[in-house]
């Protein structure tokens, strides 16, 4: 996806979508004892934020590659930015976590390197700290001809990355393998448009932004043809609505 400050409005925009939608932020069963929480791939740290007012004395951290731009000013006294990449080891030591939180960063993980990403995880977070993964990949439902070819492409390019957007059915089982313990799972169909309600108006909208920024990654990785890209998007909209598309969402946590 671009770094700019579209994309910045996008994930802000997304992060009210989904809270509508999931009903809130976790589900992991933390209280008001927890003191250390972490936010992996923190984005625009809106989460982070949120986490960090609902937990006055937490100290909340937000992992990322780059701290978010113009939202430094809203960040509560509690919260802090760490520099880290994801797929390196994480700048903390073991056992300093409470509660360890990542959410949608399937495509920028390959599949193979999941279980080494679990295990950094798994070791900054202290034993009895919960570990919760919520991702969204490509399982779709009611879905026309349009958003089928959609998909398709978005499979194909990210295979050629090594990323393989369905595993994320299996997040429990990653989790299980991992021998944590109290694994627990769910899965949310999200309304995609306004049939859905208000909620579902806005989680289309988030969608059709983040689409619209993967034009270069579909075109240049997945030898997709702009025009033709172009005249697939512009007919999902009102594909969603006719056939009422459900998007699956992925929850699982565990306790260390």
């Given at each position: 996806m671009p770094k700019d400050e579209l994309e910045e409005k996008r994930l802000n925009f997304q992060h009210y979508a989904l809270h509508k939608l999931l009903g809130?932020?976790?589900?992991?069963p933390i209280d008001h004892t927890v003191e250390r929480i972490l936010d992996v791939g923190t984005g625009t740290a809106q989460w982070a934020y949120e986490l960090a007012r609902q937990f006055p004395h937490a100290q909340v951290c937000g992992l990322d590659l780059e701290q978010p731009r113009g939202t430094s000013f809203l960040a509560p006294g509690n919260y802090s930015f760490v520099?880290?990449?994801?797929?390196?080891p994480?700048?903390?030591?073991?056992?300093i976590f409470d509660f360890v939180h990542q959410r949608l960063l399937i495509s920028s993980i390959p599949t193979a390197l999941w279980s080494a990403v679990l295990q950094e995880l798994i070791r900054v977070t202290r034993p009895g700290g919960y570990i919760e993964l919520a991702e969204a990949g490509n399982c779709y439902h009611h879905v026309g001809v349009h958003t089928y070819t959609f998909l398709q492409w978005g499979q194909a390019a990210s295979t050629k990355k090594g990323i393989d957007l369905a595993s994320v059915k299996h997040l429990g089982e990653l989790l299980t393998r991992a021998k944590l313990a109290q694994v627990k799972t769910r899965v949310i169909q999200l309304p995609v448009g306004?049939?859905?309600?208000?909620?579902g108006a806005l989680y289309a909208?988030?969608?059709y932004a983040a689409f619209q920024g993967l034009k270069n990654f579909f075109c240049l990785v997945g030898d997709v043809d702009p025009n033709k890209f172009d005249t697939i998007l512009s007919a999902l909209p009102q594909e969603w609505e006719s056939h009422h598309t459900t998007h699956e969402f992925y929850i699982a946590y565990g306790q260390k």
């Open positions: 809130g932020n976790y589900y992991a520099r880290g990449n994801i797929l390196e994480l700048p903390f030591p073991d056992n306004s049939w859905g309600g208000k909620s909208k988030d969608m």
